[in-house]
């Protein structure tokens, strides 16, 4: 039964510049939910998505922004690039029913490096 | 407002002993979750258990043991007999009803030495 899985595992990118990352939930997960982990600290919600609609959003700006496609899998957009977004960005996904719906199981993430 | 706070930020032991991590959390909700997650430098965050509010047992799996008191809105976590494989970084999160985000502590670093 494969995990959640996250591409790429590392990137660096300059300021300024958008960067994409993907996700891909694990096997009969329909949501999909993205945090950012800045070194040192607990993660901090971005946002969610279900049935290829945002759920909720957590407090960050429009330069934040994603998409689900039909197979549940996820993409998450940041454009002009700040040095603070340097992070590590992780995935995590979950069923919205059932009874252990709600519980988010994460992926390996994405550290990104903002220079 | 939620908010979770692990006051611990760093706790060092010696193999074989017994350790308990510390959470406080704040919620006006009735209804809500609790979970603990690992975090080994690989940098996966790895679930370990969730709670319901309305359901106080106290949990063990294994090595690991839960306490989950709502009057003083505590949710601690206790791992029997360390072992070196356990140094990480725990995290203690909440989730209200009808709120789909986690909201983390911000952590506490393990270190168990041989």
């Known amino acids: 039964d494969a995990g959640v899985t996250q591409s790429p595992t590392h990137l660096i990118k300059t300021r300024g510049q958008q960067v994409t990352l993907r996700c891909s939930p694990k096997s009969g997960h329909d949501t999909v939910s993205w945090y950012q982990q800045a070194l040192g600290q607990g993660p901090q919600f971005i946002f969610q998505y279900y049935e290829e609609e945002e759920r909720q959003r957590g407090n960050f700006p429009d330069r934040f922004s994603g998409h689900q496609f039909p197979n549940y899998s996820s993409e998450l957009n940041v454009n002009a690039l700040l040095l603070g977004d340097s992070a590590l960005y992780l995935c995590?996904?979950?069923?919205?029913?059932?009874?252990?719906?709600?519980?988010?199981?994460f992926g390996p993430g994405t550290r990104l490096l903002v220079l | 407002a939620q908010k979770v706070t692990q006051a611990q930020t760093e706790i060092s032991v010696v193999e074989k002993e017994d350790v308990t991590l510390d959470c406080v959390y704040e919620t006006r909700d009735t209804t809500y979750y609790l979970f603990w997650y690992k975090q080994p430098p690989s940098g996966e965050l790895v679930f370990l258990i969730r709670?319901?509010?309305?359901?106080?047992q106290n949990e063990i799996s294994g090595r690991y043991s839960w306490n989950f008191q709502k009057s003083t809105s505590s949710f601690n976590f206790t791992i029997t007999a360390s072992q070196v494989v356990d140094s990480a970084v725990y995290f203690c999160?909440?989730?209200?009803?009808?709120?789909?985000?986690?909201?983390f502590g911000t952590g506490t670093r393990l270190l168990v030495s041989p």
């Open positions: 709670r319901n509010s309305f359901d106080e």
């Open positions: 995590a996904s979950s069923r919205a029913t059932g009874p252990a719906g709600g519980s988010q199981y």
């Open positions: 999160a909440l989730r209200e009803t009808g709120f789909q985000k986690l909201v």
